[in-house]
């Protein structure tokens, strides 16, 4: 059973920088095959897609937030993170962690985590 | 960026009805469009991929049609556990985009 879980400081101060981790169990990351993504959504909002990373650390941003974020990938330990730097009150989210895969021809987020809410504050 | 917009933002319905939601791209996606389900305080969990495609353990009282630029999620007799916002997706050309939701309240 695949499950992803995040974790991470729940409060960042305004300009400084957010950082997650997720925590992949019940598949490896290098073993390939899949996508590893962030995705967030503002409270009472919609969902954004902020960006994946493969095994190899190789990485897609959302052009939106490409100037601020960066994901890295730890193999050995089975997970992948986040940075959002320069953030203000409207990076205040709920980031959620998912597997990204391809199923027939579309892109699915087809295991999530939880979820963790970031509030940015002074 | 593909804008996803749906219809309605919101609806009530009863326990047995059956419910439409719509779902319209800015431009056309062929059938790269998922639809998800969020609950309150929950992740959203995957329903249908590829416009029609069932994902495994969805019952199936949920159905997704369409192709190009209109879609529908359909869900054919309304149970308790249904009551819940659903989201579109599509992954014809990244960034991957979302719709703003439709809640599914109780009448």
């Known amino acids: 059973q695949v499950q992803l879980q995040e974790s991470g400081p729940g409060l960042v101060k305004p300009s400084q920088t957010l950082s997650l981790t997720c925590t992949v169990s019940?598949?490896?990351?290098?073993?390939?095959?899949?996508?590893w993504t962030w995705i967030r959504q503002h409270p009472g909002k919609g969902l954004e897609w902020i960006g994946h990373?493969?095994?190899?650390?190789?990485?897609y941003y959302n052009p939106s937030l490409k100037s601020r974020v960066s994901m890295s990938v730890d193999t050995s330990k089975n997970q992948f993170s986040l940075e959002l730097s320069s953030v203000t009150a409207a990076d205040t989210a709920v980031y959620y962690c998912?597997?990204?895969?391809?199923?027939?021809?579309?892109?699915?987020?087809?295991?999530w985590g939880q979820g963790t809410l970031v509030t940015v504050s002074s | 960026d593909i804008q996803m917009t749906q219809s309605p933002s919101s609806l009530s319905a009863s326990v047995g009805d059956s419910v439409t939601v719509t779902c319209r791209a800015s431009?056309?996606?062929?059938?790269?469009l998922n639809w998800y389900q969020q609950k309150p305080g929950k992740a959203p969990n995957l329903l249908i991929y590829?416009?029609?495609s069932l994902q495994s353990g969805v019952p199936s009282r949920f159905s997704g049609s369409g192709s190009g630029t209109d879609f529908t999620l359909t869900i054919s007799s309304l149970q308790t556990e249904d009551f819940a916002t659903y989201y579109c997706?599509?992954?014809?050309?990244?960034?991957?985009?979302f719709g703003q939701g439709t809640k599914v309240g109780i009448k």
């Open positions: 990373i493969y095994h190899s650390g190789n990485t």
């Open positions: 019940g598949v490896s990351i290098s073993s390939g095959g899949y996508y």
């Open positions: 590829a416009a029609s």
């Open positions: 998912a597997r990204q895969r391809s199923q027939m021809t579309t892109v699915t987020f087809d295991n």
């Open positions: 997706q599509q992954s014809f050309s990244t960034p991957w985009t």
């Open positions: 431009q056309s996606i062929s059938r790269h």
